[in-house]
């Protein structure tokens, strides 16, 4: 586990650009939407008025950061383990990995440690600086920030699972970036990154809510803003857990499942 | 007689490849890799399976190795059967695939040391000291704390041997260890194999260089078109061609097809066989008859050469080889 941690770190530090771009990226998310609403009202004040009719804030810039800034911390988390391996095949290592006596949650373990560390720096980092280049510092700064990076963290435990799905997904399609650009567009949409929950049709809500960051996104806002929760502090921590519970198990038996069979396919490796 | 470190009976491994014919069909194309293989590799020994490319090399050190799953029979490494038991058997092998795409370009080449060392569970303070080790052993001093992506062809390639040592496994797999090396770098290299091989390791490597596989292996297989065709120690494989010999030459010249056909129909040849390589001058064509008596067919071989146009770089009669078992029993050569 420490020795993937480590070797990916030193990896990832002899890429200076790639830290940058990651602290930068949810402010790049954030900027898109705020210009479009601009451009659709003519003004912030009249934005965030209409806003507020769906999401009980009229603070639009901060909801749109925080939820940009989740998502691009849940989605890192969330494919992580299959981009490595991805990035494994391709490079040819993964073999390698594979040849040793070392067991799939281990490596799991090790990928998303480092994942975590290095996305949770960039994510604070980059929500930092975003809130101090728009003013909301002193939100950020609050004890609040505290209890919605804890509903963050617990929310991380089903996308640790959902990773080594996506992980067995690409030992098992190799290219896997179609799959990938059209799931992130879908779940872009259902998570409410850009806007509460209330505006989804209530069919796709049920969906969304399927989905942990969803939950996290909701939650966090909910906590920093004083606007809603999906359901209500408890049923949202409640259904965190059971995803916590199922999705691990579930993504543990699909990437085993899909490894034997790269191993009967002689696959393994194969890019 | 040893313990057996590798025992294989009767494994058989199909790949099943879907060729598309347009957006909606598929053509399903089967691929016996394996057809039965049976074989055994003694503890201490060091072991070389010699093969053609598509013979089923890979496909054999991949199942012995338990990346790949066979689809009959069955293979023990160290007594452990690969599909059942894969985790010990990894844990007592040391591997050494194809070079250069099994390292960390952006990782000094001590850090891929340390990183697979770790994933073999080596305590700290004994890797630290073993890679001090086997640095030494390999004479790699000048390079292992440089950026692997800086890296010469044969450097990655020494790396990549640094570490299939790295858990000190009793059974060592290389597959063509000295591609790569300069001749230099490939005798040293066939002489840390031999040391290996000397302080109780068992080695199993493939080659394609025939005259590595002849000095350096004590037993020697033959696989062709997923068989093992032949299998012994390199003299028992030459007397298995039973007082043949080999006529060797080098040609220039295109249109050489035809005079395979002419000089097999010559009396006294078993097989012939022509292999091609790039030389400053053009590609050489690179004859091997083997035949009862190569002085008996030089003057009717040299005829038909020059008759065909080609031009003779040299030609002469040789000893048998390993080449020539390789020969006899696939009717190719190996380079």
Redesign the interface.
């Known amino acids: 586990m420490k020795a993937v941690f480590k070797a990916r770190y030193k990896i990832y530090v002899r890429y200076p650009g790639w830290a940058l771009l990651n602290i930068v990226f949810p402010l790049f998310l954030t900027v898109i939407p705020v210009f479009l609403a601009f451009g659709v009202t003519g003004s912030m004040e009249t934005t965030n008025l209409i806003f507020s009719r769906y999401a009980k804030t009229e603070d639009f810039v901060f909801y749109v950061l925080l939820g940009s800034t989740v998502w691009s911390l849940s989605s890192m988390i969330m494919w992580d383990f299959g981009m490595w391996l991805y990035e494994e095949m391709e490079i040819g290592t993964l073999e390698q990995i594979f040849l040793a006596p070392v067991h799939t949650i281990e490596l799991l373990l090790g990928s998303i440690l480092y994942t975590l560390v290095i996305s949770l720096i960039n994510s604070i980092g980059g929500v930092l600086i975003a809130s101090a280049l728009l003013g909301y510092l002193h939100i950020v700064l609050s004890p609040r920030f505290l209890l919605a990076l804890m509903i963050i963290l617990l929310g991380f435990i089903p996308l640790f699972g959902m990773s080594l799905f996506f992980g067995a997904i690409v030992l098992r399609i190799k290219e896997p970036w179609a799959f990938f650009n059209f799931l992130t567009a879908l779940l872009v949409y259902i998570s409410g990154v850009f806007y509460p929950l209330a505006v989804l049709p209530p069919s796709v809500r049920v969906i969304a809510i399927l989905f942990p960051a969803a939950i996290q996104i909701a939650d966090a806002r909910a906590i920093m803003l004083d606007v809603e929760y999906v359901f209500s502090p408890l049923i949202d921590t409640l259904l965190l857990i059971s995803y916590a519970l199922v999705w691990p198990l579930f993504g543990l038996i699909m990437f085993e499942k899909i490894k034997y069979e790269a191993r009967k396919r002689g696959s393994i490796g194969a890019y | 007689m040893s313990n057996v470190v590798i025992e294989t009976h009767d494994l058989w491994?199909t790949?099943?490849s879907k060729e598309r014919k347009g957006l909606f069909r598929s053509k399903t194309k089967r691929i016996h890799a394996l057809r039965g293989v049976s074989f055994s590799v003694y503890e201490n020994e060091i072991f070389g399976l010699l093969g053609p490319n598509g013979a089923g090399k890979t496909?054999l050190i991949?199942i012995l190795?338990?990346?790949?799953?066979p689809d009959g029979g069955y293979a023990r490494v160290l007594g452990f059967d690969v599909v059942r038991h894969s985790?010990?058997v990894?844990?007592h092998?040391g591997?050494m695939?194809m070079g250069?795409?099994?390292?960390?370009?952006?990782?000094t080449g001590r850090?891929n040391l340390?990183?697979?060392g770790?994933?073999?569970?080596v305590p700290k303070h004994v890797l630290r000291q073993r890679i001090q080790e086997i640095v030494e052993f390999l004479g790699i001093q000048d390079f292992i704390d440089r950026?692997v992506e800086t890296y010469s062809s044969g450097q990655k390639v020494l790396l990549a041997f640094a570490?299939a040592l790295i858990n000190d496994a009793p059974l060592i797999f290389l597959d063509e260890p000295t591609v790569a090396l300069d001749p230099a770098r490939s005798i040293e290299i066939r002489r840390k194999i031999k040391q290996l091989r000397d302080e109780g390791k068992t080695i199993f490597l493939t080659t394609h260089i025939m005259n590595e596989a002849e000095e350096l292996c004590d037993r020697v297989a033959i696989i062709d078109e997923g068989k093992i065709v032949a299998i012994g120690t390199p003299e028992e494989l030459k007397r298995t061609l039973k007082g043949m010999s080999a006529l060797e030459a080098d040609l220039f010249g295109n249109n050489v097809e035809p005079l395979l056909r002419q000089i097999e129909r010559l009396e006294g040849v078993s097989k012939v066989a022509m292999s091609y390589e790039a030389s400053e001058k053009g590609t050489i064509a690179r004859l091997r008859v083997l035949c009862d008596s190569p002085r008996e067919i030089l003057p009717s071989v040299v005829d038909l050469i020059l008759q065909n146009g080609l031009r003779i770089y040299y030609i002469k009669p040789t000893e048998p080889t390993l080449e020539d078992v390789f020969l006899y029993y696939t009717g190719k050569l190996l380079r």
């Open positions: 491994k790949y099943i496909t991949k190795t338990t990346l790949l799953i985790d010990e990894r844990k092998l591997v695939l250069e795409r099994a390292l960390y370009w952006k990782l850090e340390e990183f697979f770790a994933l073999y569970r950026l570490k």
